[in-house]
């Protein structure tokens, strides 16, 4: 069959997805956080940044409701009562969390929204642990509530979402162009932009590090960056090229695949190079169904909603070469291997295969085990 360019499979990941992850916008939970992040956040960012924070009503009473609710239904519940002897269990109450929106723009002019979702109350004596969440439109909402959850065994995490200003999970094209090097190997998809991991870090580094830091009382010593997809492909190059950037680096399914496995020169080099001291621990997972397309009807339907995928084939082909080309792409091999090959040369590594679970519903494990690392393991 006629083989053309197609779509980057890790964006049709997000279509082909069977739920949404929750989405987080400036318009979703009310702000108790410094007053500092409710104010104009300019000053703490490089000069070529602007930084607004926006704090709004609960996402509950933000949402218009266009039919009467209806009564609330009352129950009583008895008590239960402990047994004779036995001391009432009393469950500590859940603290409140707040999102802080921070509208940010990189010395290049791209657009940025970020999230900050802090718990309500004082910070632990060493300050917050940070863990800063790529893709934050789709993953902020999933962390911090694990967070929140987590905080009664090990204790309270500062949760920093980096997403776009869009009212979806993904920005298709700038994600492209942020977590990719650049590639004597074509991407997928000829006409987007590539190469903008460096300045993507950059932007990280110069401008959102130092705003969280300028605004909360943080850990310098325990930040952790997760990505997940193309994002985790990104924090393999924060690996490569900036080790000491962050404390712990998380790669879900990364795409190791991209650009023709373009990320292997900068791990090559990463390897020729001494250990930087404090390098981060790293931990690299993925989904045992990566292996190639388990529900090829999911792939169906979504050629059939958006034809224009199928650049004049049939869908059938369609599918059979997707099913080619995500083999070939070698997803859990390719994350262990590496992992492999780190753990050799002396880096903290760790691999994780989810057994039964595939590309978007690994990253939610991915996540409960990146903050557990953050708290448990400093």
């Not at 802080?100 to 004596?125: M, N």
């Not at 650049?182 to 959102?208: H, M, N």
């Not at 790669?251 to 020169?265: D, E, H, V, Y």
Request: proline share 10%.
């Amino acid at each position: 069959m006629k083989r053309a360019s197609p779509p980057c499979l890790t964006v049709l990941a997000a279509i082909v997805a069977m739920g949404p992850a929750p989405v987080v916008t400036a318009a979703t939970a009310a702000s108790t956080a410094p007053a500092a992040s409710t104010a104009t956040a300019a000053s703490t960012a490089t000069a070529a940044s602007t930084a607004t924070a926006a704090s709004t009503a609960p996402a509950a009473s933000a949402a218009a409701s266009h039919s009467p609710a209806p009564a609330a239904t009352k129950t009583a519940v008895a008590p239960v009562k402990a047994e004779d002897g036995a001391p009432d269990l009393v469950m500590p109450a859940v603290r409140q969390r707040t999102i802080a929106t921070y509208e940010l723009k990189s010395a290049e002019g791209v657009a940025y929204r970020v999230f900050v979702s802090v718990p309500a109350g004082d910070p632990p004596p060493g300050g917050f642990p940070v863990m800063y969440v790529l893709d934050g439109n789709a993953w902020t909402g999933v962390a911090a509530e694990i967070a929140r959850v987590l905080e009664y065994g090990g204790g309270p995490i500062l949760v920093v979402g980096v997403g776009y200003p869009i009212d979806s999970l993904w920005a298709p094209r700038q994600r492209v162009f942020d977590t990719t090097m650049p590639s004597r190997v074509p991407p997928d998809e000829p006409a987007w932009k590539t190469g903008g991991a460096d300045a993507f870090l950059t932007f990280l580094t110069g401008t959102v590090q130092p705003l969280v830091a300028a605004h909360y009382a943080i850990d310098p010593a325990r930040q952790g960056l997760f990505g997940h997809s193309l994002m985790g492909l990104f924090v393999l190059h924060v690996l490569f090229t900036q080790p000491n950037a962050f404390s712990l680096l998380v790669a879900a399914s990364p795409s190791i695949w991209w650009g023709g496995f373009a990320i292997l020169p900068q791990e090559q080099a990463f390897a020729e190079r001494p250990l930087p001291p404090g390098a981060p621990r790293v931990l690299l997972t993925v989904g045992s169904l990566e292996a190639g397309i388990e529900h090829p009807e999911q792939l169906r339907a979504a050629l059939a909603k958006h034809p224009e995928i199928l650049n004049g084939h049939k869908p059938e082909e369609m599918v059979a070469l997707y099913e080619q080309l995500a083999r070939s792409y070698r997803m859990v091999d390719a994350a262990r291997e590496m992992t492999e090959r780190l753990a050799t040369r002396g880096v903290d590594a760790k691999f994780i295969l989810y057994q039964d679970e595939e590309h978007n519903t690994e990253a939610p494990m991915a996540i409960t085990r990146a903050l557990e690392m953050l708290l448990f393991r400093p």
